[in-house]
């Protein structure tokens, strides 16, 4: 019998089980479950959360999962794309730079909606996670250069295969179950770049959920019997050709060795766009030492690393008029890091996007690349940031890995502060304290919906627009 690809894939997945993992991977996957619930429950007062709970309403679905929000339930494919756009809104969730990009905590919401579905324990939730990244990461080393994105294809594209897989796995599938699930999902689910491009549309949010909604989908076809093409990866017209341009196949599907890749990934801080973490943080060093005002600043090199400078030219990123747009922008980011001394939430409104002063300072703005941060490349995204004052003075700062990279770790107590500030005037801090001690031991937890009901809101404070 012909072993194919797919094959060779899922039983990569299906092999992952939470008894084998480390405590060092339960550890990480502890760590990103708490973080990403962290970042979706800071969105939910965001316009995206509105629109996509009022057509989840209006649809319906069997009470399957929780909703993180209003505690209401519906299928676990709707609850995927309501809590995938949650996590996703704020862009202070994890990320992975390879020869492609990933956001791969967009799978922690096929997997809570999925476990809860079909009563699996939190180590089963775990194991699933894990998988999943395993997967995810894994696509975006072994494409051909220079990655799916250079080709149109929205990084977003491996999501189908990840949550698929975990899907899968937690409806108790075997290893031909999520091989069919696999091929189900890369038939049909591979997504444009054109959202990344420019001015950033609303739909930014959505971009993993969606894929991940498909993934789901595609596990519960692939469960009651579907299947799909063997040659799915490998064929002539297979995902390896027309969308990877070639895909080492061997390192894809590998045993997992000594290191899982979920510790590859790298918390985020702040919510910007990736790459922005280490110019930051040099910025926010520099404005705790330093009171600038726009005045006070005569020019501002951003230093980075190549890949970033070459992604980072449209003019419509430089000055952006909306929150998609300002958050994947470096020049917005460091100016609002300077001035305000902060890059959360408050700083991503309409009325500090329209800033005078802000504006002044992106136009003393440049990007520059640093050859030793581009020899570091893909293996950290790091940067910094040079102020030239007009008192003739020049600041500098640069970290070589950014905060939240496996080399320079957010701690617990770094991710636990995140859940304060980002829940604040969104849940009560007992409640946010209940969080945390629930994902400490959330393998021993046996109902994946309390975890998510602490996160419930009175109703007359669900979806309205930040």
Known sequence: ????????????????????????????????????????????????????????????????????????????????????????????????????SAHPSGNLAPVLAVAEKCGRSGADAIAALVAAYEIQLRLCDVVAAPGISARGWHPGTDVQFASAAAAAKLLGGDQGVIAHALALAGSHNNTLAQSQRGHIPMMKATAEATVAKAGVEAALLAAAGMTGPDEIFEGVAGWGKVVAGEVDFDRLTAPVGERYRILDTCLKPYAAVAGAMAPVRAALDLAAQNKFDARSIAGVTIKLHAVAVKKATDPRKAYPRDKETADHSYHYCIAAALLDGACGPAQFDDARIAAQDIREVIGVTTLEADAELTALYPGSSGGGVVVKLRDGRELKRVYPYPPGHPKNQMTDADVERKLFELTDGVIARARAQQVIETVARFEHCTSVGELLGLFALPANHQGKSS
């Open 1 to 100: 019998m012909a072993v194919y690809v797919k094959d060779r894939l899922a039983a990569l997945a299906h092999g992952i089980r939470y008894r084998d993992l480390p405590p060092e991977v339960v550890e990480a996957a502890q760590r990103v479950v708490l973080d990403t619930l962290a970042c979706a429950a800071g969105a939910l007062k965001s316009e995206p959360y509105a629109i996509v709970r009022k057509v989840a309403r209006e649809l319906g679905g069997n009470p399957e999962a929780t909703l993180i929000g209003d505690g209401d339930r519906t299928s676990c494919a709707l609850a995927t794309l309501v809590n995938g756009t949650l996590i996703r809104y704020l862009d202070n969730n994890d990320y992975y730079f390879g020869l492609d």
